[in-house]
T-cell receptor, first 114, second 112 residues
Framework: NAGVTQTPKFRVLKTGQSMTLLCAQDMNHEYMYWYRQDPGMGLRLIHYSVGEGTTAKGEVPDGYNVSRLKKQNFLLGLESAAPSQTSVYFC?????????????FGPGTRLTVL | GENVEQHPSTLSVQEGDNSIINCAYSNSASDYFIWYKQESGKGPQFIIDIRSNMDKRQGQRVTVLLNKTVKHLSLQIAATQPGDSAVYFCAETGGATNKLIFGTGTLLAVQP
């Protein structure tokens, strides 16, 4: 049982490049989340999904897109990276079919945009 | 919008002392609260949670207190150890059913 895994662990992009971050969970959780973490600002929700085939915007969705084609995977895409997107990105999942529940986090992806 | 104020931002304690971290939330409809521990280079890890129908919950060396009247949440760590050194986050639902709102974190440094 690997829990929540994220790939890649590190990435450096040039402004304007695109990339996709992959999150996978093997706990059969319904809910999945993407956060970014910046110094002094805690965790901010980018997008989330309440089930396969569904996505919704969080607090800071601009510049990102997501897809949940399979229940176990949640992809975060940056179409045209900007230096403001330099951050550490965390994926999380929770069981929560009817209400909020504990979220389990992956190890993070450190992204630098030059 | 919803916000969670967490303090102190840094806390330095001697090994063996007790540590207390505080959070103030704004939404009276918040009904679920979690504390996470984040070690350097890792994702947040669940420590303890509490629902709004309780005012205290205890785990191993940790206690969470909830005061709904003043919208205040605290985490107490007893006999703090060097392995407790990390950033601690509180999180609450803000009245939603599928999202958490996080505090800004407290860096706990334990001096041996």
């Amino acid at each position: 049982n690997a829990g929540v895994t994220q790939t890649p662990k590190f990435r450096v992009l040039k402004t304007g490049q695109s990339m996709t971050l992959l999150c996978a969970q093997d706990m059969n959780h319904e809910y999945m989340y993407w956060y970014r973490q910046d110094p002094g600002m805690g965790l901010r929700l980018i997008h989330y999904s309440v089930g396969e085939g569904t996505t919704a915007k969080g607090e800071v969705p601009d510049g990102y897109n997501v897809s949940r084609l399979k229940k176990q995977n949640f992809l975060l895409g940056l179409e045209s990276a900007a230096p403001s997107q330099t951050s550490v990105y965390f994926c999380a999942s929770s069981y929560s079919p009817t209400g909020i529940d504990t979220q389990y986090f992956g190890p993070g992806t450190r992204l630098t945009v030059l | 919008g919803e916000n969670v104020e967490q303090h102190p931002s840094t806390l330095s304690v001697q090994e063996g002392d007790n540590s207390i971290i505080n959070c103030a939330y704004s939404n009276s409809a918040s009904d679920y609260f979690i504390w996470y521990k984040q070690e350097s280079g890792k994702g947040p890890q669940f420590i303890i949670d509490i629902r709004s129908n309780m005012d205290k919950r205890q785990g191993q060396r940790v206690t969470v207190l909830l005061n709904k009247t003043v919208k205040h949440l605290s985490l107490q760590i007893a006999a703090t150890q060097p392995g407790d050194s990390a950033v601690y986050f509180c999180a609450e639902t803000g009245g939603a059913t599928n999202k958490l709102i996080f505090g800004t974190g407290t860096l706990l440094a334990v001096q041996p």
